[in-house]
């Protein structure tokens, strides 16, 4: 078996202003395997690394992301709750973030936040994020998840070499034949509802299993015994220990 790869979610965001480069940079000292981001995209069609649909909980600003341009969101600091150890952070662009994936030869999560306008489209987040993926050679090292998993079909449908997960809350029933409906590659449930034979179906369907967000010590050995594909975590560092002490 392989081992369970270590992604620090949103970073190795437990220590460092969660979805910045001192965040991803911690990640990478901590001897992640790689991370999870969340991406928007701006006024100004740039896809930028952001949690929230709008900058007010991260940043000393306010207001909607897709309501500024890249531009004016470079000005603000995302150091929210780490202002003492991190003076200043700005929020990165995917390709920021593709670039040291590929300088240090990472595995990344791209979480999509996709929105759905008023004419019930979404807005062409996920298609705008693969075609940057594509273009910087990283098919192969980079997972798109979402919640929405019709944006994640469509997604797999324009570029069927993309990786793609189904995020999910609760239980899924027979969640293997789920994702292989949605031609999905992974399921990305909560850590909660994972259990050894959910991840030996999806195996045996060759549906992945890589489990959210996963920060208690008891609960990353459960996931490693569980024989989930990857670990989410805000403590990198700890899911590295863990599992080099269980799966050396
Ligand atoms: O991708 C795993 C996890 O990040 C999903 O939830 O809200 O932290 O983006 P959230
Ligand atoms: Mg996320």
Known sequence: MEKAKILGHRGASGYAPENTMEAFRLAIQQQADGFEIDI???????IVVIHDDTID??????????????AELKQFNYNAG??????????PTLKQVLELVKTHNLYLNIEIKDIMTNTGKYDGLNLAAARLVEEYELVDQVIFSSFNHNS????????PEIKTALLHFSKLYKGEA????AKADALHPLFSVVDKSI?????????????????????IERMIEAGVDAIITDY???GYR??????S
Do not use: C
Request: proline share 4%; aromatic share 8%; net charge negative.
């Open 40 to 46: 928007h995209i701006t006024k100004d069609g740039e």
């Open 57 to 70: 909980r991260t940043s000393n600003g306010s207001g909607n992301v897709p309501d500024f341009t890249l």
């Open 82 to 91: 780490f202002e003492h150890m991190f003076p200043v952070a700005e929020i």
């Open 152 to 159: 994640m079909a469509e997604l797999k449908e324009s570029y």
């Open 178 to 181: 789920y994702a292989k409906s």
């Open 199 to 219: 991840v030996e179906q999806a195996h045996q369907a060759g549906i992945q299993v890589n489990a959210w967000t996963v920060n208690q010590e008891a609960d």
């Open 236 to 238: 990198p560092d700890v």
């Open 242 to 247: 863990i599992r080099e002490s269980r799966q």
